[in-house]
């Protein structure tokens, strides 16, 4: 990626947790996260029994998770589960209904402003002023958060490299792609120099190409040590970004953990995936028992849970069982929330 | 305020908290921003519209007028109308900006939310849009008066004084338009407060005639009419004829602040609940 300015740097060699931009844009930053070397810190953000009612439906029920500094924390889970519900309680715009959150050590409650000026939030629905142009966007935004316009412009042109759209500073938001627009919405977050980055679905609605160079900006602002903080409905995406992650379901968590983990301890090693002509699935009952450590019947098609599986696939294949297709993949986190949850994450 | 955390004190502490007066300033930065952009156009725009009307009803309309009984006060209808135009055409203006650029914030465009992602409180929020309509208001006002004064309408000095009549007329409409479209989801709003509010008031506010010629039953009615107080208050400061009833000129200032006021406390409760109260 030819992306100028110093963020394309990286940590490779130094590896150090800094701050994406306390290297360039220390101006309004004089005091560097020190602190952050000490691996057993407070968390930067805390959730006991939080919990956010509308009326008398409950949005988020009573959960309870840390985020640590320089983490990557994921609330992976279908549409409707709460998370961004969650979300924006975290960013200090929608008052907490009961339970304690603390972020950055502070209470949202009486501290909203004072927090919101350390976030970064992406939200799911674009929030950019298109009757602006693509610099002024983020010129404005960090005239909110109190840099002088010298200063704003400054961090507006070399985040405009960062993700990709310097050439594009004069053009109206109007004309740009999708993609185009998160990115610069990834700029316009980062105009404060944020110790927490919030993505609400960051990907959702983009193509595929648009979602791996998203990915990658991400992926580097993580290296460089920025606490990011995502929602997703897309195993994929956890899986690409976040070090530990929550399931969501229905306003709770169902289980937490690294992508791994959760793997681990929910699924198999393996998924051998066998779909089979129209109608022929109905028929088969004791033809598949035994196969692999466990099988779930979807709709459409088979899952078999083992730690090897194409010996599951040979196994179909001596039983005489033939499948239209047969695919064997390694597991993921759409397993563990089919296994929790009963239900596909996606439909 | 509570004490941060120690812990957390000298962490990436990076931008100090804002004063509410920086945060309103930069709310109104960003409206600036969205005018300067098109400021050709609008101020084009701030030109013709009283010089139209002053060459079609002032001028045009007026040598009839003043033909016939005229209106009065031994003045010509040009003097008669333009004080009151200037301060009617504002209100329409100001009304224009609390509907659809607020439903906009907050629904289309969404730049309230963004807002409030920041630093920016609600309250921020609300003081630096009413800045916005404020300034704006005295803007086109002051343009308005200059084209007056071309016209050689103006018959004292007063017609200055005219302009912050039209601003504060400006927000007595403007602030409770904005607190209650804040909450619409749509725009059939906006056209029921065209029809059935602005355009009448426009009509039968004494700015074309003196409502002392309304049917003598409806004439308290006027009363009842917040654009009135405006365009009678601008008319006596323009005419130099505000001491002949002092108070009743009081009462329209009065009466004008009273709603604005009220119009920005509701504002500050709408705009909170749109924002922070969103699923």
């Known amino acids: 990626m030819g992306s100028g300015g110093r963020f394309s740097l990286g940590t490779a060699n130094g590896g150090s947790i800094k701050s994406p931009m306390t290297d360039t844009l220390d101006t309004a930053a004089p005091a560097a996260p020190t602190a952050s070397a000490a691996p057993a810190q407070a968390p930067l953000i805390s959730a006991r029994g939080l919990t956010k009612r509308f009326a008398a439906f409950t949005a988020v029920d009573a959960i309870d998770f840390d985020v640590a500094q320089g983490e990557s924390f994921g609330f992976l889970g279908p549409n409707g589960a709460g998370k961004t519900s969650t979300m924006r309680m975290i960013g200090c715009v929608s008052p907490v209904t009961e339970g304690k959150l603390s972020i950055l050590g502070l209470d949202p409650t009486t501290d909203g402003p004072r927090i919101r000026g350390r976030l970064g939030v992406v939200p799911q629905e674009d929030s950019l002023d298109t009757e602006l142009s693509v610099r002024d966007n983020l010129v404005i935004y960090g005239r909110y958060f109190g840099l002088n316009r010298a200063e704003a412009t400054r961090r507006a042109v070399e985040l405009l490299d960062f993700v990709q759209l310097g050439e594009r500073a004069k053009d109206k938001v109007e004309p740009l792609s999708g993609g185009m627009r998160r990115r610069l919405t990834i700029a316009r977050a980062l105009i404060n120099d944020p110790s927490i980055l919030l993505l609400d679905e960051p990907t959702t609605g983009l193509d595929p190409q648009a979602r791996h160079l998203l990915w990658e900006r991400l992926y580097r602002l993580k290296q460089r040590g920025v606490t990011l903080v995502l929602t997703t409905h897309y195993m994929d995406e956890a899986e690409q970004l976040c070090d530990r992650l929550v399931v969501m379901d229905k306003a709770k968590i169902v289980a937490e953990g690294s992508p791994r983990s959760l793997i681990e301890r929910y699924s198999s090693r393996e998924v051998t995936e066998l779909r089979f002509p129209a109608g022929v699935q109905e028929t088969l009952g004791a033809e598949l028992e035994g196969l692999g450590d466990r099988i779930d019947r979807l709709p459409d098609r088979v899952l078999v849970y083992s730690e090897d599986g194409e010996a599951v696939a040979a196994q179909v294949h001596a039983r005489g069982l033939v499948a239209e297709t047969m695919l064997v993949r390694r597991s993921s986190l759409e397993d563990v929330f089919l296994r929790l949850t009963g239900r596909t994450l996606v439909d | ?279």
């Open chain 2, 1 to 279: 305020m509570a004490v941060a955390t120690p812990s957390f004190e000298s962490a990436p502490a990076g931008v100090p908290e804002r004063s509410y007066f920086a945060s309103v300033g930069a709310v109104f930065e960003h409206f600036w921003l969205l005018y300067i952009r098109t400021w050709r156009g609008n101020v084009i725009g701030n030109f013709a519209t009283p010089t139209l009307f002053l060459l079609a009803m002032g001028v045009g309309l007026g040598s009839y007028v003043d033909k016939g009984s005229g209106v009065g006060m031994g003045i010509p209808y040009l003097q008669f109308l333009a004080p009151a135009l200037l301060v009617s055409t504002i209100m329409q203006g100001a009304v224009f900006e609390a509907t659809f650029p607020v439903m906009a914030g907050f629904r289309w465009v969404r730049r309230f939310h963004a807002m409030h992602a920041t630093p920016i409180t609600p309250a921020a929020v609300v003081g630096g849009f009413i800045g916005w309509l404020a300034v704006h208001a005295t803007l086109v006002g002051a343009i308005f008066a200059l084209v007056i004064v071309v016209f050689g309408a103006a018959r004292s000095v007063g017609v200055i004084l005219v302009i912050p009549v039209a601003t504060l007329t400006a927000l007595a409409f403007a602030t409770p338009i904005a607190a209650f479209m804040a909450g619409q989801r749509d725009t059939n709003a906006f056209n029921s407060i065209w029809r059935f509010g602005v355009t009448p008031l426009f009509l039968f506010s004494g700015t074309f005639f003196p409502i002392e010629r309304l049917p003598e039953v409806i004439r308290p009615l006027a009363w009842l009419l917040p654009l009135w107080h405006g365009a009678d208050l601008g008319r006596a400061l323009a005419l130099g004829t505000v001491g002949d009833d002092p108070f009743r000129h009081l009462a329209h200032v009065m009466i004008l602040s009273t709603v604005a006021v009220l119009g920005i406390v509701w504002m500050l409760r709408t705009f909170r609940r749109q924002l922070e109260g969103a699923r």
